[in-house]
Nanobody, 115 residues
Framework: EADLVESGGGLVQPGGSLRLSCVTT????????KSWFRQVPGGKPELVAC????????YYKSFAKGRFTISADDTKNMVILQMSALNAEDTAVYYC????????WGRGTLVTVSS
């Protein structure tokens, strides 16, 4: 079974930056697309960005374009989300996600944007 563990969340001021990491085990990392989602209390998980397994092509939701960068380190089985120009609307729990035989989710890392 796959396992995903996120880290890097925390409290940041508006306009600041954070780098989230997701370390994965249990599957052939480069064979699968990886995604970052986020979820606010009472809301549904919202796709942030995803990256393809082999060619590392990327897709971003509109709110993430130009501010967030998703990348994958195939040597470390790690997915990274670099976030900048953060604002209060980015406050959420951020989850790493992959879809194999089923969907796998990490435990999440909380990002709070506040002054």
């Amino acid at each position: 079974e796959a396992d995903l563990v996120e880290s890097g969340g925390g409290l940041v001021q508006p306009g600041g930056s954070l780098r989230l990491s997701c370390v994965t085990t249990g599957f052939v990392f480069r064979d699968y697309a990886k995604s970052w989602f986020r979820q606010v209390p009472g809301g549904k998980p919202e796709l942030v960005a995803c990256i393809a397994g082999r060619d590392h092509s990327t897709y971003y939701k509109s709110f993430a374009k130009g501010r967030f960068t998703i990348s994958a380190d195939d040597t470390k089985n790690m997915v990274i989300l670099q976030m900048s120009a953060l604002n209060a609307e980015d406050t959420a729990v951020y989850y790493c996600n992959i879809r194999l035989d089923k969907e796998y989710w990490g435990r999440g890392t909380l990002v709070t944007v506040s002054s």
